[in-house]
Nanobody, 118 residues
Framework: QVQLVASGGDWVRPGGSLRLSCTPSESRSDISKINTVAWYQQPLGKQHELVASLSFGYPNYAPSVKGRYTVFRDDAQNTVHLQMNNLQSDDTAIFHC??????????WGQGTQVTVSL
């Protein structure tokens, strides 16, 4: 099973933008061979929420992020990105990417922290 690593989290002001990256933990792995790459966010003290996925080339979004988040693949960088615009304080969370839709007891790893505040 390919493991994926999320990166690119940072602190931004409300209304700001960030682009997260998801890459295989082993550089030899080809992310384009993974049928579904999913992005989850976990606010402090809460469970993971599926916010976006790219499945067989088709993007899907949770209602809370539709119109603000865009998931896309960059084959040249062997990366799946999550572009997040108009970020709000409710978007503050640790973000993870996974090879498919996974259960809550998935070995999530460290993730990347996104903080939206003044």
């Amino acid at each position: 099973q390919v493991q994926l690593v999320a990166s690119g989290g940072d602190w931004v002001r409300p209304g700001g933008s960030l682009r997260l990256s998801c890459t295989p933990s082993e550089s030899r792995s080809d992310i384009s061979k993974i049928n579904t790459v999913a992005w989850y966010q976990q606010p402090l003290g809460k469970q993971h929420e599926l916010v976006a996925s790219l499945s067989f080339g088709y993007p899907n979004y949770a209602p809370s992020v539709k119109g603000r988040y865009t998931v896309f693949r960059d084959d040249a960088q062997n990366t799946v990105h999550l572009q997040m615009n108009n970020l709000q304080s409710d978007d503050t969370a640790i973000f993870h990417c996974t090879p498919g839709i996974v259960p809550e007891n998935w070995p999530w790893g460290q993730g990347t922290q996104v903080t939206v505040s003044l």
